[in-house]
């Protein structure tokens, strides 16, 4: 398990995310995870479902939850480059710590891509932050990961029936 702490700070203050979480790379997709990408699945049932019982974290709204699955998305296709093809990679975040009076729910998938740089050592993944002085609080842009110039897809033959006929692209 891997604990990152996010930090972004503006001219009067700023938002601190401390995230604890560990990957699993697994045969079978997994039943208990919510599906991100192709073999990229997010486990948030630690804090979803319940406070730890230590309270050294918090548990976490279903928006707010989404807010990591949107931020570990934009880092899937990264991981899935870096790890086996015939693999699936479960995520589960166990803890999520923040001060809740300087916090925005759209931190948490800041928190959770450079995690996932760090676990995977994976190319950073290009979103911006500024903060808007007007409204008093952040601006995130979100771009997805760019497969690097050069780099290109190998496309499989297409899928063909007992008899040799193609079948239907899905």
């Known amino acids: 398990m891997r604990t990152y702490a996010y930090r972004v700070l503006g001219p009067t203050w700023g938002v601190a995310i401390d995230l604890t979480a560990e990957s699993a790379s697994v045969a079978a997709p997994p039943c208990s995870a919510r599906q991100v990408s192709d073999r990229v699945w997010l486990d948030t049932t630690p804090v979803l ?9 918090l548990r976490l709204t279903p928006d707010e939850t989404g807010w990591l699955r949107h931020g570990l998305g934009l880092a899937a296709e990264a991981i899935e480059a870096a790890r086996l093809p015939d693999r699936h990679m479960l995520v589960t975040v166990h803890r999520v710590l923040f001060a809740e009076a300087d916090f925005q729910a759209a931190a948490l998938a800041a928190a959770i891509i450079e995690w996932s740089q760090k676990e995977f050592s994976i190319p950073p993944v290009a979103f911006g932050t500024s903060f808007d002085r007007a409204a008093n609080h952040f601006v995130f842009t979100w771009q997805s990961h760019h497969r690097p110039q050069g780099a290109e897809v190998r496309r499989m033959r297409s899928a063909r029936d007992l008899l040799g006929r193609s079948l239907p692209d899905e």
């Open 49 to 57: 479902d319940h406070a730890p019982t230590d309270r050294s974290g």
